[in-house]
């Protein structure tokens, strides 16, 4: 099948990418590389450096001709969201709404849409959370997600659409940012591995359900060939606190320093946990790396990353 993935040169979105392709899938990659790199690309796939809202969209998907979109490019920091929830509309809905109808107008038979879990269901009284919890996003990234979950429901009754919406708990692994706000695990990993100070936000009892990006590659590969129609949480149901995170990325990583606590963050959620039994129902996936092996993976990939040699300048010409 040929595959659009959105978002490819990214943390998900290249991981994704190369699942597909072992599954021998023809891949072709979307990115603006705002929070991609092209170092993650697979040498099999064919990448368009472009916008989700680019005037050359439908070019692409002219020359293109993709059976299935996978979106996975977004606006991903609640705190921009909450900052500029224009942008995170524009981007996360809009963007959304742009490459539906574009599916839709080239015949694309399935559209998976990278959703997520604890932003949708806010500070839930069930854990871990259902599909049927109510979705009371408390942040426009939580928003702009469900709204975007909205039109795809709205394609579907209109167009006859398949998709799915692939509702992600806390993702974590290689190649994931370490500088921006989300992604404590690379945060952490990277920080203990240069000897920096890493700092635990409030008393770290705050819990969050992690799982790895492999595990998450895979719920994508088997939605796609799927014909299963809605929402789905991907996770481990497991609920992990921030201060356990911490005290076995010190170990992996061979670091000492005391656990240090800063001030709260405002607003952020004391509890997050998806419930994944209705993927495993319908789509027989369940993550299967262990949060250990996890985070060993993660530091052996910061840890490598540290000791690539700096690539020289180009010689005045």
Same mark, same amino acid.
Do not use: C
């Given at each position: 099948?040929?595959?659009?993935?959105?978002?490819?040169?990214?943390?998900?979105?290249? +991981?994704?990418?190369?699942?597909?392709?072992?599954?021998? +899938?023809?891949?072709?990659?979307?990115?603006?590389?705002?929070?991609?790199?092209?170092?993650?690309?697979?040498?099999?796939?064919?990448?368009?450096?472009?916008?989700?809202?680019?005037?050359?969209?439908?070019?692409?998907?002219?020359?293109?001709?993709?059976?299935?979109?996978? +979106?996975?490019?977004?606006?991903?920091?609640?705190?921009?969201?909450?900052?500029?929830?224009?942008?995170?509309?524009?981007?996360?809905?809009?963007?959304?709404?742009?490459?539906?109808?574009?599916?839709?107008? +080239?015949?694309?038979?399935?559209?998976?849409?990278?959703?997520?879990?604890?932003?949708?269901?806010?500070?839930?009284?069930?854990?871990?959370?259902?599909?049927?919890?109510?979705?009371?996003?408390?942040?426009?990234?939580?928003?702009?997600?469900? %709204?975007?979950?909205?039109?795809?429901?709205?394609?579907?009754?209109?167009?006859?659409?398949?998709?799915?919406?692939?509702?992600?708990?806390?993702?974590? %692994?290689?190649?994931?940012?370490?500088?921006?706000?989300?992604?404590?695990?690379?945060?952490?990993?990277?920080?203990?591995?240069?000897?920096?100070?890493?700092?635990?936000?409030?008393?770290?009892?705050?819990?969050?359900?992690?799982?790895?990006?492999?595990?998450?590659?895979?719920?994508?590969?088997? #939605?796609?060939?799927?014909?299963?129609?809605?929402?789905?949480?991907?996770?481990?149901?497991?609920?992990?606190?921030?201060?356990?995170?911490?005290?076995?990325?010190?170990?992996?990583? %061979?670091?000492?320093?005391?656990?240090?606590?800063?001030?709260?963050?405002?607003?952020?959620?004391?509890?997050?946990?998806?419930? #994944?039994?209705?993927?495993?129902?319908?789509?027989?996936?369940?993550?299967?790396?262990?949060?250990?092996?996890?985070?060993?993976?993660?530091?052996?990939?910061?840890?490598?990353?540290?000791?690539?040699?700096?690539?020289?300048? #180009?010689?005045? #010409?």
């Amino acid at each position: 099948m040929k595959v659009l993935v959105t978002g490819g040169a990214g943390f998900i979105g290249s +991981h994704v990418a190369e699942r597909l392709l072992s599954d021998g +899938h023809e891949v072709v990659i979307l990115d603006d590389l705002s929070t991609g790199h092209v170092e993650h690309l697979h040498p099999e796939v064919r990448f368009y450096q472009m916008d989700v809202q680019s005037p050359w969209l439908d070019e692409l998907f002219k020359i293109e001709r993709p059976e299935a979109v996978l +979106h996975q490019a977004a606006q991903a920091s609640v705190r921009r969201s909450v900052a500029d929830p224009v942008f995170d509309a524009s981007v996360n809905v809009l963007g959304a709404v742009t490459l539906l109808q574009a599916s839709v107008r +080239h015949g694309v038979r399935r559209f998976l849409f990278a959703s997520t879990g604890g932003a949708l269901y806010g500070d839930a009284d069930v854990i871990p959370t259902p599909e049927d919890y109510p979705t009371l996003p408390v942040s426009p990234y939580g928003a702009s997600k469900l %709204g975007a979950e909205v039109y795809l429901r709205t394609f579907q009754a209109v167009h006859g659409l398949s998709y799915a919406a692939l509702r992600y708990a806390n993702v974590y %692994g290689p190649r994931q940012d370490p500088h921006g706000e989300a992604g404590v695990v690379a945060i952490f990993a990277r920080r203990l591995l240069s000897g920096e100070p890493a700092r635990i936000n409030g008393d770290g009892k705050q819990t969050r359900d992690f799982v790895y990006v492999g595990d998450i590659a895979e719920a994508n590969a088997r #939605a796609l060939t799927s014909e299963a129609v809605g929402s789905f949480n991907v996770g481990t149901g497991v609920e992990t606190d921030i201060n356990t995170i911490f005290q076995l990325l010190k170990r992996l990583s %061979g670091n000492n320093q005391a656990e240090v606590h800063g001030p709260p963050m405002p607003g952020e959620q004391r509890r997050s946990v998806v419930d #994944a039994r209705k993927i495993e129902k319908v789509m027989g996936w369940r993550p299967q790396t262990g949060l250990e092996a996890g985070l060993d993976a993660t530091v052996r990939y910061f840890r490598q990353e540290s000791k690539a040699p700096a690539v020289a300048p #180009a010689p005045p #010409a």
